[in-house]
């Protein structure tokens, strides 16, 4: 496998002395690192370790969680520094990682058996057409959907809707009613991904990224129709929406500032922190008027992989094989509020269980920008047309962004 060549920013550089490494107690204890990226899971997984290295005594696991983990980890590979077991997201930096070549090949594990199809495709094609077999085993999954205040709801006496005129058309009975429809933050420009990702997942084809990477299409060709909408969405709030960043819209939403909440099931437990008393659902934004075809926005939230020249491959791969069964699955998503990629555990939280349904009927579809190269601040680009309306040159950026970036 080709190796990629990467960027080290100094910064990331200073942190190498923090981070940890392989070895023993010299005592014949191995020591695994776990490099894992998600700051709110630290306390999850400590308790898992504890009870992995109580079952399997000799084996410590030092769990290392730094800021800006992407920037730190692709900067340990420039000095072939990879960590015994890895946590990634299951966009770009996974597909970066797998392209280095620096993780352990797992295409004839058998538990991949119990993972969910899709979720393996997902990350397969996030690796690139190029790679050959799975380097990884997706661990749990989110999702991008409408938050909603069941309170107001059952208040008002409003329906979920199932196309894009009557989520349209839910919104302006809202503002009829007296109250805000949507609360955003696109102070904060990755909060613009949430609606973003779901309209642009569900209106284009679903090869486009194959039809991009051939030069058969364009953003110009595809993205017209997620602009329009997007911006249209912007009608429907009131607050100062270039502002706000996330914690304010967690905060404001909890106390009824807004009927609906345009973001990532991973906003709900922070949401009920601020108001513990509150009532939430969760519905897929519906983006076109097909109603058969409209489809969740989810994606591997958490990849797990072994380092293919770690100094410990068998406990570490243990450690991951430990982190997979049924019942170590099951207290994370309960405690995470996410849901399982392997089959088996089952997300019981009445604030998104309404979602378990979709999953099981497989009316999911991944996360847009899971797939833009390295580098494509749609965000930015997005959150720079909210605020100009200029839609031709969104569009024109957007190609000559990729191009750049893509080399083509």
Sequence with gaps: MKKSAFVVSVAAAAVLAACGGNGGSGDGEVTLEFFQYKQEAVGTFDELIAKFEEENPGITVEQNNVPESDTVLLSRLTQN????????????MYGELVRAGVLT?????????????????????????EVEGHYGFPHTVNANGVIYNKTMFEELGLEIPQTWDEFIALAEEIKSAGETPFYSTYGEAWTILPPLNSLASNIQPDDFYEQLEAGETSFSEEYGEVADKLQQ?????????????????????AQGEAAMYMQGIWAIGQVQEANPDIELGVFPLP????????RLVSGVDLVLATAEDGDHPEEAQKFVEFLLEEENLQLYIDQQRLFSAVEGPEQTDEAISELQPVFEEGRITSFADHYYPQGFGIDT????????????????????????????
């Design 81 to 92: 520094d990879v960590p015994d077991v890895i946590s990634v997201n299951g966009g770009v």
């Design 105 to 129: 090949e797992v295409t004839d594990h058998e538990a991949l058996d119990g993972i969910n199809d899709e979720y393996s495709d997902m990350i397969a094609r996030i690796a690139g057409s």
């Design 233 to 253: 969405l912007l009608e429907y709030t009131e607050n100062d929406v270039f502002g706000s960043d996330y914690s304010r819209g967690n905060m404001e939403f």
């Design 381 to 408: 680009m997005f959150q720079n047309f909210l605020l100009e309306g200029d839609k031709a040159a969104l569009l024109n950026e957007l190609d000559s962004e990729y191009e750049r970036l893509s080399g083509q």
């Design 287 to 294: 983006a076109t008027n097909n109603a058969e075809e409209n």
